[in-house]
């Protein structure tokens, strides 16, 4: 649907904006004004009428006493957003116009007008197939949080009652998850929290989608405060009815024989995880944690995750072994570098209060 501040939206033809003032007796000559020209150009004369033929500018084009344009560091607006995260999610210009119900020429002008004032060139338009710039990679996550930030803002539903929104990729808090969300509800009924699952490396945070998240190991992501709350150990995953899933214990060089499945979307485990002379043979990769499950539990390979995934993702078809020799995994209270909701504070206080009481 087209919103009022899309490229390429134009009046109905025969139509013209109302003049921005009174353009009174036609007898009488125009007020002079004190509007300056640029240094390159003559003031326009005082006594100049206006062409009766042609509309008025809008008021926001002509300005005030003593008002200036705006710089053209102020020129980027939402619709310039807007266009380029459709241009980015299909891909494709024609079909972005179609999605933001706009002319492809307004989308192409659109698209160019933001790089130009970025001084970046955000699509690569040397295939058919649109591909962003690394720079474009960058200004994606950001210019979607101010899209989600402002469309937020403007939703009056949530504003009279405004959620914390808490992403997660997999396994959430661990077992401190249940008594989190209890002793919220019961300590801030008035402030709903969310409990949402995005298959993310950072759980929708650096996209705008949550206020929050409890992410696992190292995060890299531009622009995220995180703390680290504890730290838990690692399981294998295999097979449930494979050789390995009645062991007490393992170790990674148990697993490098068969295929290793890796979530390469949100999980934490790369090949990197065991020393470079003893790496898995050969490695099967998946983008989410449900797949991820449905793979070992085929037989397909087995797979590392940090222990409170035993718990939070239980598989009849998936035995969790310790893992004795792989590094702790940090679970971390992330949110964005700035201001933020307003209960923040009281999340994090209250995740610490709960690990502390074990």
């Known amino acids: 649907m087209s919103r009022p501040e899309d490229p390429?939206?134009?009046?109905?033809?025969?139509?013209?904006p109302?003049?921005?003032?009174?353009?009174?007796?036609?007898?009488?000559?125009?007020?002079?004004?004190?509007?300056?020209?640029?240094?390159?150009h003559p003031p326009a004369s005082a006594t100049h009428r206006k062409d009766p033929g042609r509309p008025s500018a809008p008021a926001s084009?002509?300005?005030?006493?003593?008002?200036?344009?705006?710089?053209a560091s102020r020129a980027v607006e939402l619709r310039h957003l807007r266009a380029f995260l459709a241009v980015a999610e299909e891909g494709n210009v024609t079909r972005a116009a179609a999605h933001l119900g706009l002319t492809q020429p307004a989308v192409s002008r659109t698209l160019a007008a933001l790089e130009r004032h970025l001084g970046l060139r955000l699509v690569d338009r040397s295939t058919h197939h649109l591909a962003l710039t690394p720079e474009g990679v960058a200004f994606r996550d950001k210019a979607a949080a101010a899209v989600a930030a402002f469309d937020e803002a403007l939703d009056t539903g949530r504003l009279r009652h405004w959620p914390l929104r808490l992403g997660h990729a997999w396994s959430a808090f661990g077992p401190y998850t249940t008594p989190l969300l209890r002793a919220w509800r019961e300590r801030h009924p008035a402030t709903p929290l969310e409990l949402l699952r995005i298959d993310d490396r950072t759980a929708g945070l650096t996209r705008g989608e949550v206020d929050a998240a409890l992410l696992r190991g190292p995060v890299h992501a531009p622009g995220l405060v995180t703390e680290v709350l504890f730290t838990e150990g690692r399981v294998a995953a295999v097979t449930a009815d494979g050789p390995l899933a009645s062991r007490t214990s393992l170790r990674l060089a148990d697993l490098v024989d068969g295929p290793v499945v890796l979530n390469t979307v949100s999980g934490i485990t790369t090949p990197e995880l065991w020393p470079p002379h003893a790496r898995p043979a050969a490695t099967l990769t998946v983008a989410n944690t449900d797949d991820w499950l449905a793979a070992i539990a085929a037989g397909r390979g087995s797979g590392v995750s940090a222990a409170s995934t035993a718990a939070i993702h239980p598989h009849p078809g998936v035995a969790y072994v310790p893992l004795d020799d792989a590094p702790g995994v940090p679970v971390l209270l992330a949110r964005r570098d700035g201001p933020g909701h307003p209960a923040l504070p009281k999340l994090a206080a209250l995740a610490r209060e709960i690990v502390a009481r074990g």
Do not use: E, K, L
């Open 18 to 40: 109302a003049p921005a003032t009174d353009r009174g007796d036609p007898g009488r000559p125009p007020v002079p004004t004190t509007h300056r020209a640029a240094p390159d």
């Open 61 to 71: 084009d002509q300005g005030d006493r003593d008002h200036h344009p705006a710089p």
């Open 8 to 16: 390429g939206h134009t009046a109905s033809p025969g139509h013209h």
